[in-house]
């Protein structure tokens, strides 16, 4: 595997709200140089990031070395959204990238989907981590690395931190998302809560963080992928990340997968359809997204949400119908789109899992499935698979 050199230097950074006097926490921030051509280029800029003031000085201020952050995240963004926005819209059927729902706004907009009565798998999931979190960790006795893939604010992982550092002396945790920012928020939160945590956080995608981790000490890793973040890659991409996790493991490694289950289409349709309209408030945000990014004029008030369960499939597909004729603007690519009206604009598929499915994906990526935890009302699994020869 090739590894990347890495520069550790020590940031303060300072925030600011409302008025109130500027804050320093220390920790150790790094800019990554990898022999990608593109990062070569990277040139470090300040960071913007947002704390609670009102927080309790943590444990994490006095010991900024509990803490360091890799930023690989590559910020040539803007071209890439745009090609493939472009594309997307231009073709035919017409699509967008589920990627592009998570800027600022969509992330927070997903937290809220997560609270609706009728999206069930973020609390589903919440409930087999809380009841069997202890037997999740003496499945890996003298594991003493947690390493997240898209930890968001890694709230469900309390569960399962909470139930290795009472069992070890010390855990290091190893989040990798996209948002330096929510790296930097959710980090220094869990180390004000847990003092033998430390946490080496990678801003990366997931491929790129694969490819950077650190070497692993001799004790077992587990490798977490929650909140069936799995059922939104198409089938053979599923296997293509699966895999790559694969390659990075050795044979006493494990790999802790949500994955949400197949079951009767009102549910499913419910959960990406909620009545107070906050999933269709996430959909819709790609297209405001396209306005503020791509100087467009999308009339959001002309799009309705459609999620239907394609049980042939085992997945929900989640698109925008155009509820009439329009014609829209997209100046920054100098691109006009006529839209019929009922026209769709495909967004995301959700798949759908049952157990023979898991297996089978396991058996296809080098993994066996060991034990799967189900919620109480069966909706959700949380499967361990351990590594088997590739
Ligand atoms: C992030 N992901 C697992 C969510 C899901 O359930 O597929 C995304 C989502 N889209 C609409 N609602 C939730």
Same mark, same amino acid.
């Given at each position: ?290 306005? %503020?990014? $791509? =100087?467009?004029?999308? !009339? *959001?008030? @002309? ?6 369960? +394609? ?19 997209? %100046?920054? $690519? =100098?691109?006009?789109? !006529? *839209?019929? @009206? ?6 995301? +598929? ?41």
């Amino acid at each position: 595997m090739r590894r990347m050199a890495a520069q550790v230097l020590p940031l303060n950074i300072r925030k600011k709200r409302f008025g109130q006097p500027v804050t320093r926490l220390p920790f150790l921030y790094s800019r990554t140089r990898c022999d990608n051509p593109a990062s070569s280029q990277y040139r470090p800029t300040p960071l913007k990031r947002t704390f609670d003031l009102n927080a309790k000085k943590s444990s994490a201020e006095t010991s900024p070395s509990r803490l360091v952050i890799h930023d690989l995240a590559q910020r040539n963004g803007h071209a890439e959204f745009s090609q493939d926005v472009r594309a997307g819209l231009t073709s035919n059927p017409r699509h967008l990238f589920p990627k592009y729902l998570y800027d600022e706004l969509g992330s927070r907009l997903f937290e809220a989907i997560c609270e609706v009565d009728e999206y069930y798998p973020t609390r589903a999931e919440d409930e087999i981590l809380k009841t069997h979190a202890e037997e999740i960790a003496g499945c890996l006795p003298t594991s003493d690395t947690l390493i997240e893939l898209g930890s968001g604010s890694a709230e469900k992982t309390r569960r399962l931190i909470e139930a290795f550092t009472r069992q070890r002396q010390e855990l290091l945790f190893i989040p990798v998302d996209i948002s330096p920012t929510a790296l930097a928020t959710s980090a220094q939160a869990l180390l004000g809560s847990y003092p033998n945590l430390r946490i080496e956080a990678y801003a990366a995608d997931y491929y790129q963080a694969l490819a950077a981790l650190p070497d692993f000490g001799p004790h077992p890793v587990l490798v977490l992928f929650l909140g069936s973040n799995i059922g939104n890659f198409e089938p053979p991409e599923a296997r293509r990340f699966l895999h790559a996790i694969r390659r990075v493991l050795r044979p006493h490694d494990v790999l802790l997968l949500g994955a949400d289950l197949k079951k009767d289409r009102q549910t499913l349709e419910a959960a990406y359809n909620d009545a107070l309209g906050v999933t269709r408030a996430f959909i819709v945000n790609e297209l405001a997204r396209i306005n %503020r990014e $791509l =100087d467009a004029n999308f !009339d *959001l008030w @002309a799009f309705g949400l459609r999620s239907s369960y +394609n049980e042939a499939m085992g997945r929900v597909e989640v698109s925008l119908e155009s509820l009439r004729a329009q014609s829209v603007n997209i %100046r920054a $690519l =100098d691109l006009t789109i !006529d *839209l019929a @009206a009922g026209e769709k604009i495909h967004v995301e +598929n959700a798949y759908k899992y049952d157990l023979d499915d898991l297996r089978t994906l396991g058996n296809e990526t080098g993994f066996a499935l060991e034990r799967t935890w189900l919620d109480s009302a069966e909706r959700f699994s949380s499967n361990l698979f351990r590594v088997t020869d590739l």
